[in-house]
Each structure stands twice: as C-alpha cells, then as structure tokens.
C-alpha cells in the first residue's frame, strides 16, 4: 500500500472507496449523437474519476480533509493526477490498469454513458482495500462506499464491508444493480449503513414501484425511501434528477426543488449531491438545509463539463426551495447522525 503526502489530522475526515476507479473521458459533440454516422467534436476531457474520488475532489475544494482509497499503481497517469491536484490517498496494489469510461455529450445537455468492467479483482485485492478502510474508519466522520465493483468482486460485497465498518463510524453508501440489491437484502438495523444515497431508478428496482413515477414523484419518492428506514437505514437521500431530492429520516421527510440550471453534464452530479449533503452535516445543518446544500451542489455540478467538481462558491443553496413531505412514520427510530467536531 501506498499513502501520499497529505494532512495529518482525521478530524472530521471523511474517507472513500472507489474500488473500480476510472479515467472519465468525455467527448461533446457539436450536433445531436447520430447512430452511425462520422461526427466531429467540440472537445474531449479526460478526468481522473469514479464515484469516490469524486466526493473525495469536492471535499477538497471545500476544505475537508479526505483520504480516497482505490486500488491503482503510484506511477499510474490516474494517481499522478490525484497527486497533482492534491488528493490525498491510499493505494492498493492493482489487479490490472485503471479503465477508461466514455461519456459522449450532446449541445442539448443530453450524456450517453460507456462504462468498461475494469479489471478483474483478487481476493488479495479486495482484503487490502478492506484493512486500509478498517484502519482508517476509526479516526474518520464518515466512510463513503462508492460505485460499481470490479469483476471478481461478490455481489455482497459492499454489504459485508458496512456490517464490519458501521461499529467503526458512520457509513454511507451510493451504488447500483446487483451490488445495490444484494445490500438491500441484506438490511438488518444492526447491518444497515446509516445513509444511502439511491435514485428514482435504483429506488424502483428494490421497491417494485414505478421508475417514472418515482422520479417524478417525490411523495412517491418519500414513501418507497421510507421502506429503508423500515430496514435499519438511518437517512435516505434520493437523487430525483431535474426534479431534485427527496431526504426521509426518521424525523420526517423533505423534498427539494433545484434552481433553474443549463445542464452541461450530469456526469457526477450525483456524487456532488452526496458531498453536499455530508458537507451539511459537518457543519451541524438541519436536514432541511443539508438537503439543501445537497441539491445545490449537483446543480452546480450538472452546470459544468464532464465530471468537475463545483468550487462552493459555485453552489447556491439559497437558490434551493424545500419544503416538508408528509410520510408515514418509520417502525424504527434512530439518532440522526451530527457533526462531528
């Protein structure tokens, strides 16, 4: 393993896992995708990402300690650019070079995704990304599990992670398909991480509602997140796209709608929203208002080209409206988590 130069103080740390990172290369076109034919671009961009390493970027430029681990070789173009810009991190050996995910942006806001597998993990691998979370989780505000996993990795994986990590600190969790469910059936309250972080779509495939409907929906949104909280989950934030964000705790439940924003890219934007959110708790925040933060960060985000991360001058929570849902109450009640000082 590996550790960069970086802080030496954990207070208020938060930590990610970005098991499958990625060079994010994001191509705009200058006309509308056409299936088949030659096209020119307006530019190509080429970031160092993944869902963790995101959150780590904007915790950055927010001014929160961070340490992102990932599994990439120290001479690897992907770290030497983490290092660049600062972000400090913990390596573990690779199985294989970090992949390359294509995103192909449209004039119009629209971003069609090509995500590769990446390589194929050992469990040699996947032990060392576990015991330098282990030792990092106990002097951390929160553990991020973020993204897909790597080939090789068991489904359950992200839930085997939270069962051990929960004892240590406050876990959350953004991931999707067959990671997603296998942590879902998996919820217990002594298991259960404390926030996840799905959206409308993710939230109907566990649920059996309307994708659609759900999104669109944050009454719907609410009561289908509040089936986590039934489950053990302490805060649900669901990412409803152009329709904002819904946020069910066990105090109750609240929409928010974002400004008006020219959508350059949504690439990311989620991973902003996730940031946001754990910003506002930091800082001691209402849930109103870390909703708040949390919808104005993937605002600004989904305002800027492939996956850079909004300055927090860029995110305007003021411009943010939320208001209270009303939802049944959950079967289990749980201790909102604070800031940690």
């Not at 070789?73 to 400090?88: I, K, N």
């Not at 409907?213 to 009454?219: C, G, R």
Request: charged fraction near 15%; include cysteine; glycine fraction near 10%.
């Amino acid at each position: 393993m590996t550790t960069s130069n970086g802080t030496s103080s954990d207070i208020g740390r938060i930590v990610t896992l970005t098991p499958n990172p990625s060079t994010d290369r994001t191509i705009e076109l200058a006309g509308p995708l056409r299936r088949g034919a030659v096209q020119r671009t307006s530019s190509v961009l080429d970031q160092a990402g993944g869902k963790g390493v995101n959150i780590s970027r904007a915790c950055l430029a927010a001014g929160v300690p961070t340490t992102a681990v990932l599994p990439a070789a120290a001479d690897d173009p992907f770290v030497l650019e983490l290092e660049h810009a600062g972000v400090h991190h913990r390596l573990v050996t690779p199985d294989g070079p970090v992949r390359v995910n294509v995103t192909i942006s449209e004039p119009d806001g629209t971003t069609t995704k090509l995500n590769s597998p990446g390589a194929t993990a050992t469990p040699g691998t996947l032990t060392a990304l576990a015991d330098a979370l282990h030792e990092l989780a106990a002097d951390a505000a929160w553990v991020v599990l973020a993204g897909s996993l790597p080939p090789g990795a068991p489904a359950h994986w992200y839930a085997d992670l939270v069962a051990d990590l929960r004892t240590l600190t406050r876990v959350a969790v953004d991931t999707s398909e067959a990671p997603l469910q296998a942590l879902v059936d998996r919820l217990t309250p002594g298991s259960a991480p404390h926030l996840m972080k799905p959206n409308g779509e993710e939230l109907a495939s566990f649920t059996g509602g309307d994708a659609d409907t759900i999104e669109s929906d944050p009454q719907a949104a609410a009561d289908a997140a509040r089936t986590l909280l039934d489950r053990g989950v302490t805060e649900v934030l669901a990412t409803l796209g152009g329709h904002g964000a819904v946020l069910v705790t066990a105090d109750g439940a609240w929409h928010a709608t974002p400004p008006p924003t020219e959508v350059v890219s949504t690439v990311g934007a989620g991973d902003s929203s996730l940031f946001g959110y754990l910003l506002g708790g930091l800082r001691g925040q209402s849930p109103a208002d870390r909703l708040a933060l949390a919808v104005a960060y993937g605002s600004a985000a989904a305002g800027l080209p492939g996956t850079t991360i909004p300055q927090p001058a860029q995110a305007r929570p003021h411009l943010v409206v939320v208001r209270e849902l009303a939802v049944s109450p959950s079967t289990h009640h749980h201790t909102t988590p604070g800031a940690r000082a």
